[in-house]
C-alpha cells in the first residue's frame, strides 16, 4: 500500500459505543495529524503527533482519544460520542518541520463517522 | 491568530474556461506558508503547492498557477482551460508551526 490509509472508511456507531478509527502512513513520515471536517465548516486540527509525542491538541473532548503507537500508526479511539460528532475524520501525515519550515501534509481519504 | 478567508463559496464554469480561487490570509508572523489542496468528491485532500512568504514569484504548474502577492495578502488559484476532472473543493491554508489554518473551501464544478 502507498500513501495513507484510514479504516474503516465508513462507520456507524450508537451514542454508547467504543469505536476505533485507524490511519497507517507508508511515506515515512515522522508527523501525524487528526483533522475533523464538518458540513460548512473550515477543517479543524484535532492533535498531531510528532516522532510519537502529541504536541498538539486542540481543545478536542475527551470523548476522542489518540493513541500513536509508532511513526506509522495513529489511532483515534471514541466513546460516548454526541450526534455532533458525525464528521469525516482525515488523517495526514508530513515530515517533521524542519528549519526551512513545516512540510505539506498528505492526507488519507478519511472515515466518514455518523452517531446516532 | 491565524485566519485564511475564500470567499468564492461555489464557483461553476463550463470545460476550457480559466477559473480563479481567491485566497486572502492573515498573521502577525513574518515567516509563515502557504498551501493549496484540493479534495475530490473521493474525499481525500491533495497537496498541489506550498509557497513560503519569502518567495513571491509566481509559479505554474501545467494548468495550474499561482499569484502570491504579499502587499494584499492574497495567494490566488488559477485553473487554466479547466476540464471535468477539476472539480472539486479547493482549500486555501497558512501554516503556523504543525498547525495549518484552512479556509473554508471554494467548490469548482466543471461541466461538460
Known amino acids: 500500500e502507498t500513501g495513507v490509509t484510514q479504516t474503516p472508511r465508513h462507520l456507524v456507531m450508537g451514542m454508547t459505543n467504543k469505536k476505533s478509527l485507524k490511519c497507517e502512513q507508508h511515506?515515512?513520515?515522522?508527523?501525524m495529524y487528526w483533522y475533523k471536517q464538518s458540513a460548512k465548516k473550515p477543517l479543524e486540527l484535532m492533535f498531531v503527533?510528532?516522532?510519537?509525542?502529541?504536541?498538539e491538541n486542540n481543545s478536542v473532548p475527551s470523548r476522542f482519544s489518540p493513541e500513536c503507537p509508532n511513526s506509522s500508526h495513529l489511532f483515534l479511539h471514541l466513546h460516548t460520542l454526541q450526534p455532533e460528532d458525525s464528521a469525516l475524520y482525515l488523517c495526514?501525515?508530513?515530515?517533521?518541520?524542519?528549519?526551512?519550515?513545516?512540510?505539506?501534509?498528505?492526507f488519507g481519504p478519511g472515515t466518514r463517522l455518523t452517531v446516532t | 491568530a491565524q485566519k485564511v478567508t475564500q470567499a468564492q463559496t461555489e464557483i461553476s464554469v463550463v470545460e476550457k474556461e480559466d477559473v480563479t480561487l481567491d485566497c486572502v490570509y492573515e498573521?502577525?508572523?513574518?515567516?509563515?506558508?502557504l498551501f493549496w489542496y484540493k479534495q475530490p468528491p473521493s474525499g481525500e485532500l491533495v497537496f498541489l503547492i506550498r509557497?513560503?512568504?519569502?518567495?513571491?514569484q509566481n509559479e505554474i504548474s501545467g494548468r495550474y498557477s499561482w499569484n502570491f502577492q504579499k502587499s494584499t495578502s492574497s495567494f490566488n488559484f488559477t485553473i487554466t482551460a479547466s476540464q471535468v476532472v477539476d472539480s472539486a473543493v479547493y482549500f486555501c491554508?497558512?501554516?503556523?508551526?504543525?498547525?495549518?489554518?484552512f479556509g473554508a473551501g471554494t467548490t469548482v464544478t466543471v461541466r461538460a
Open positions: 495526514a501525515s508530513s515530515q517533521d518541520r524542519a528549519l526551512s519550515g513545516p512540510y505539506e501534509q498528505y
Open positions: 511515506l515515512g513520515h515522522n508527523a
Open positions: 503527533y510528532s516522532l510519537e509525542e502529541r504536541v
Open positions: 498573521t502577525r508572523d513574518t515567516t509563515y506558508y
Open positions: 509557497r513560503n512568504s519569502f518567495d513571491e
Open positions: 491554508a497558512l501554516s503556523g508551526d504543525y498547525k495549518l489554518s
